[in-house]
């Protein structure tokens, strides 16, 4: 019997809790309360306020995207949407909860569903990309952890494996495999399912044949991911955590990446995992890994809540932003 969508939810919710749990019981909860209490909170809003700043790099990001499949939104209302998709991937189930309310909100203003569903694919994968890329870099030149070379074998492992999107960025490769599959799985009897399945494939391949496209999509990937260590990187000095920045940025990423997975609610409990294992190898106490993690996870959340806000607002005012009354879809200038 399929498990629904509520139970599932209930299920994401007590995994997480129960990896907080067995976390927490590893630690020091005193010690993490005084290191807690010590925050520089003026660098803790600052990394917050940075944090969203790198939304307005993938807002912009998104709207490359857009272009180059002839469709358009303005930025400011791509980073409302980018907001809000935040702010319902802390609740819904999977991880592209989010990505699907912001993709439904986007048809407002006349973009497919097929353009819309490609450009947030490809912003996740170039994502990906960049997060391992940028790890890597991070894994090579950080200095060694006291858990010896096994820890960041495993670590090089699971970044490798994260390169695997990029197999489907590249130009030169499934181009014309792909356009074969686009062209049989919109014919047949299943036509109207797998028509949709042929039509992002070959909306997809659209940017096969803009490589430029791809090529800054990445490099602003690599910069917003750069940031994100930069939010990790200040909320620890603000906890008076002594970690290198270059440790960060593998560090930061693998934990990302193990919280793609849709086991937990929004990464917790993975994300504090990570944390505690991983920057003990460079003299961080339990309590302290705990503490970054809550902190980082405050901050995720204190952006999410203005996504939250921003969706109250949007649906306040939805009879002027709704459809037009002859029922064509608004369009950005509108």
């Given amino acids: 019997m399929p498990v629904s969508r509520t139970a599932w939810q209930a299920l994401r919710l007590a995994f997480s809790l129960g990896l907080v749990a067995l976390v927490a019981s590893r630690v020091d909860l005193g010690q993490m309360a005084r290191v807690l209490a010590g925050a520089d909170l003026r660098l803790v809003v600052l990394a917050w306020l940075l944090a969203l700043g790198s939304w307005v790099v993938a807002s912009y990001k998104w709207r490359l995207l857009l272009r180059a499949l002839g469709a358009d939104a303005p930025v400011r209302v791509l980073l409302g949407l980018?907001?809000?998709?935040?702010?319902?991937?802390?609740?819904?189930?999977?991880?592209?909860?989010?990505?699907?309310?912001?993709?439904?909100k986007l048809a407002r203003y006349g973009v497919s569903g097929a353009k819309t569903a490609v450009t947030i694919g490809v912003d996740r994968l170039t994502g990906v990309v960049a997060l391992a890329l940028l790890a890597l870099g991070g894994l090579a030149l950080a200095p060694e952890t006291?858990?010896?070379?096994?820890?960041?074998?495993?670590?090089?492992?699971?970044?490798?494996a994260s390169l695997a999107p990029l197999a489907v960025l590249l130009?030169?490769?499934?181009?014309?495999?792909?356009?074969?599959?686009?062209?049989?799985?919109s014919w047949g009897p299943a036509r109207s399912v797998l028509g949709l399945v042929g039509a992002l494939a070959n909306t997809f391949l659209q940017y096969r044949r803009a490589p430029g496209t791809l090529a800054a999509a990445l490099v602003l990937s690599l910069a917003i991911q750069c940031v994100v260590v930069a939010v990790n990187y200040l909320a620890a000095l603000g906890l008076g955590v002594a970690v290198p920045f270059l440790a960060l940025t593998w560090i930061v990423a693998l934990a990302s990446i193990l919280h793609l997975v849709p086991l937990s609610l929004a990464g917790l409990g993975v994300r504090e995992g990570a944390y505690v294992v991983l920057l003990q190898g460079y003299g961080v106490s339990d309590?302290?890994?705990?503490?970054?993690?809550?902190?980082v996870f405050g901050v995720i959340m204190?952006?999410?809540?203005?996504?939250?806000?921003?969706?109250?607002?949007?649906?306040?005012r939805l009879p002027r932003h709704g459809p037009a009354p002859d029922g064509r879809a608004m369009r950005p200038e509108d």
Avoid: C, H, M, T
Avoid at 146 to 160: E, I, S, W
Avoid at 287 to 295: I, M, P, R, T, Y
Avoid at 302 to 316: E, K, M, N, R, T
């Fill in 146 to 160: 006291a858990a010896g070379p096994g820890l960041k074998l495993a670590a090089l492992g699971v970044l490798l």
């Fill in 287 to 295: 309590a302290e890994g705990l503490g970054l993690a809550l902190v």
């Fill in 302 to 316: 204190a952006q999410g809540l203005v996504g939250g806000v921003i969706d109250l607002v949007q649906g306040l």
């Fill in 82 to 104: 980018n907001l809000v998709g935040l702010f319902y991937s802390l609740f819904l189930p999977g991880q592209l909860g989010g990505e699907v309310v912001k993709g439904i």
């Fill in 171 to 185: 130009p030169a490769s499934w181009v014309g495999g792909g356009l074969r599959l686009g062209v049989w799985l």
